[in-house]
């Protein structure tokens, strides 16, 4: 099962004729085969591709057509502008509760999502298959003596120690950017007034914004960065070079995304939606599941600490227009302090 | 005597009534449980509704000349705590929208700092919407803040289903707990009647004493109507009664009187024909006082049935008595009688009525056996009691009439030329069924007649 076109799509997909703006685009299975699944996801096809193949292998007849795109830009292609797809998969929480909330998805039930834990399932119409923690991404070898930093304090203190080490080449998410980073953000400030003091130092020392997880990654990778914050553990977890990070999951408190599946509801073959969330959710929860992200980012290790963001309408506060321009404001006049 | 038609039933009548009555005012707990439980489901809903919609309301500012909310994360959050929700809002300043839903309708009707509700479809769903305002002052002068708030109502629903449930189980519970009730109160309340009609129906054929146990207040006049009707029925029977004994003791004297001028009479009569039409009159004359007797003896017997005294009485006494009693008449027809058994046994009741019992039956027996016969009465002990037994070697009770003999002036087929009124085994019969005991009769396998009497050991 090898055997998939691979195609990117760069600027505009052909065939959409209004404007969201797609990353990437990739096709999975026997093409013409009759029956086409679409996806639209914020995942990497790396990060999501094992799902897809197994899937595949129970299906063989199915053709999936997988395009990436950033929350925003499926917030607009689903909300606003009614592009039909089978299957929306999205780190971004509070956006997915949104088009839940207002009516753009279908309910699904099934014995899968009936045994879910209460946590990983929303008025039948979002499921979670994955909790992600947001960690602190160290690279071990431009870390050098400094003891790693095990909580936000202990951070805050080894940043203060040592500023001109540490400036410049600290990185968080642009929060302005990235609907996650926007999340993880929100959900800091929720938990702890530690975010705002943390994100006062990042200003002072000059942090560097980034949009994604894999940049910040790759810029502590490449030694641009010594300390990436809010990063995507499960990212980090996944690549081949994982040894050369620390990867640590604050003690204090650990955020916890869930990427959720939720079908349209517009979906063109929505039964094929409700098979593939079966197997998403089959894969993903229970003793024998194989989850995407990498096993040895174990979450049990700071089960006290896990803040796992609860799906619900309260994630549509922070969405809010009028909540949303105050706390960037205030966020931009922390961070940005020159 | 003829069954009377039963029509309807009483007791069926009050349970059915009793099952409807139940059955409406489980409907109505079923009905009025539910729209309790729905009102009250309204009000916990309206009220999170408005506690939500006042939050956001409360975190309003007004600074530098603009509005700032600062939406509470509960505000929303909350309204899906228990299950999952949909949930929109919309913050107006007078009628410019600021944040929210803009198309989500408002509650009407608001004055004051009151919530209002309304029931509302929104984005293809049934909600439930709280408004509440506020007065603020802004550059341009006064004016409302309006937040609304509304919220799907799965949870709700799910709410009421179960409630509608519940309700629905207790309406039945109240019912089949009345189904219980209704048949221990058909049941209670038709006891005094069955009691009344156990007690009549176990007297014996002359108790036609009153009523006198207590009954409820709505039987007294059925029972009163019965005392009355049994006290006339008493009356009426103790008159004719009465009136027989009367009669015949009236007609014994002047028989008397007549038979003895009839045998002078007789005694001058020269006349073959006159002598044997006199001979004729005085044996009519003698079965009609034989009558009036024995008519007598039935009042008697019925007077002292009614007030039956309890004596000891020697059966091996009795017997012997009444043997040398007629001893002169069985003497006179050349009839062997004797009285057999040396064991005597003793048994409770009226020495009168068994004498003349006894005395009725050798009567009898005397009257149909021929000159030279004889006749036994055998005195006899059994493990449940005693018998007296009286056989004769004369022609025994005609086949096929023993059953009647018994009955008031049945006289046997072979009876036209004897002297009797038909009383005499009717007393008998009484008598020993008032000691508790039985008359058996039956013809012997060698001949003649045997009526055995049987009394139960007192």
Redesign the interface.
């Known amino acids: 099962m090898r055997q998939f076109a691979l195609s990117f799509v760069l600027i505009f997909a052909a065939g959409w004729a209004a404007a969201f703006e797609i990353e990437n685009r990739a096709q999975f299975g026997a093409s013409g085969s009759g029956q086409v699944l679409r996806i639209i996801s914020t995942a990497d096809i790396g990060f999501f591709e094992p799902m897809i193949i197994s899937f595949l292998a129970e299906n063989p007849d199915t053709e999936i057509d997988y395009v990436v795109a950033s929350s925003t830009e499926m917030m607009r292609a689903i909300h606003d502008e009614g592009h039909a797809f089978d299957l929306a998969i999205s780190s971004a929480m509070d956006l997915q509760t949104k088009l839940a909330n207002d009516g753009k998805a279908q309910r699904y039930t099934s014995a899968a999502t009936q045994s879910l834990p209460d946590w990983a399932i929303w008025n039948d119409m979002l499921f979670a298959f994955t909790q992600e923690p947001a960690a602190i991404v160290v690279s071990k070898h431009a870390f050098g003596d400094l003891p790693l930093p095990r909580d936000r304090h202990e951070l805050i203190n080894l940043l203060r120690q040592h500023p001109d080490r540490f400036r410049g080449r600290v990185g968080t998410y642009d929060v302005r950017q990235s609907g996650l980073g926007y999340l993880f953000a929100t959900q800091d400030t929720r938990a702890s007034e530690t975010y705002w003091r943390l994100t006062e130092v990042f200003g002072a020392l000059e942090a560097k914004l980034y949009c994604c997880s894999s940049d910040m990654i790759e810029a502590v990778k490449t030694g641009e960065l010594l300390i990436a914050y809010n990063v995507l553990g499960s990212y980090a977890m996944n690549r081949e070079d994982r040894s050369d990070f620390a990867i640590i999951l604050p003690s204090d408190f650990t955020t916890v995304m869930l990427r959720t599946a939720m079908i349209p509801y517009n979906a063109p073959s929505p039964v094929l939606s409700g098979a593939f969330v079966d197997h998403l959710l089959r894969r993903s929860h229970g003793p024998e599941a194989q989850p995407l992200s990498h096993p040895d980012l174990d979450l049990s290790r700071v089960e006290a600490a896990l803040n796992r963001i609860r799906i619900g309408p309260g994630l549509l506060v922070f969405l809010d227009q009028l909540k949303k321009r105050a706390f960037l404001s205030e966020w931009e006049s922390a961070i940005l302090q020159n | 005597m003829s069954k009377p038609t039963a029509h309807g039933s009483i007791r069926r009548r009050l349970l059915l009534s009793l099952l409807a009555s139940a059955a409406v005012l489980a409907l109505v707990v079923y009905f009025v449980v539910q729209s309790v439980a729905r009102q009250v489901a309204q009000e916990s809903q309206d009220n999170v509704l408005a506690a939500s919609a006042l939050s956001i309301l409360d975190s309003a500012r007004f600074f530098d000349g603009e509005i ?10 909350m ?2 705590s228990i299950s ?5 809002y919309a ?1 107006r300043l007078e009628n410019e929208f ?3 839903y803009v198309e989500l309708p408002e509650a009407n009707g608001l004055s004051g700092s009151v919530p209002a509700f309304r029931s509302a479809v929104f ?3 049934e909600v439930r919407v709280a408004s509440v305002r506020r007065r603020v002052s802004t550059d341009i002068g006064q004016s409302f803040l309006q937040v609304s708030v509304a919220q799907t109502l ?1 949870g709700q629903k799910q709410e009421l289903a179960s409630i509608s449930r519940r309700s629905m189980a207790i309406g039945a519970g109240f019912f089949l707990v009345s189904v219980l009730l209704a048949a221990l109160i058909a049941q209670s309340t038709i006891r005094p009647l069955d009691r009344l009609t156990a007690s009549v129906s176990r007297r014996g054929p002359k108790d036609l004493r009153p009523v006198a146990a207590p009954v409820p207040s709505e039987m007294v006049p059925l029972v009163a109507s019965l005392n009355s009707f049994m006290r006339r029925l008493q009356l009426s029977l103790m008159r004719s009664e009465d009136f027989i004994a009367e009669a015949a003791h009236r007609v014994r004297t002047p028989l008397a009187i007549v038979r003895t001028k009839a045998e002078i009479v007789q005694r001058n009569a020269d006349n073959p024909e006159t002598h044997a039409a006199l001979r004729e009159m005085i044996h009519a004359i003698d079965d009609s006082s034989r009558t009036a007797g024995q008519l007598l003896d039935h009042a008697m017997v019925t007077f002292r049935l009614d007030h039956l005294s309890q004596d000891k009485i020697s059966l091996r006494r009795l017997t012997r008595d009444a043997v040398d009693h007629l001893h002169p008449i069985s003497e006179l027809k050349d009839i062997e009688m004797e009285a057999v058994g040396t064991d005597d046994l003793i048994i409770q009741g009226d020495q009168i009525l068994m004498q003349n019992a006894l005395h009725n039956l050798l009567d009898n027996a005397l009257k149909y056996t021929p000159s030279g016969a004889r006749i036994v009465v055998t005195l006899l002990r059994h493990d449940d009691g005693a018998e007296i037994r009286i056989t004769d070697t004369g022609p025994g009770f005609p086949d096929g009439e023993m059953d009647h003999l018994t009955d008031r002036f049945a006289r046997g087929a072979n009876a036209e030329n004897v002297v009797g009124s038909g009383l005499g085994l009717t007393i008998v019969k009484e008598v020993v069924e008032a000691h508790g005991g039985q008359m058996h009769i039956t013809n012997n396998a060698g001949g003649g007649a045997c009526v055995s009497l049987h009394f139960p050991s007192s």
Not at chain 2, 68 to 77: E, F, G, M, Q, R
């Open positions: 700032s909310v600062d939406l509470p994360y509960s505000a929303l959050s309204l899906d999952d929700e949909r949930v929109f913050i600021l944040t929210g984005l293809g769903e799965s």
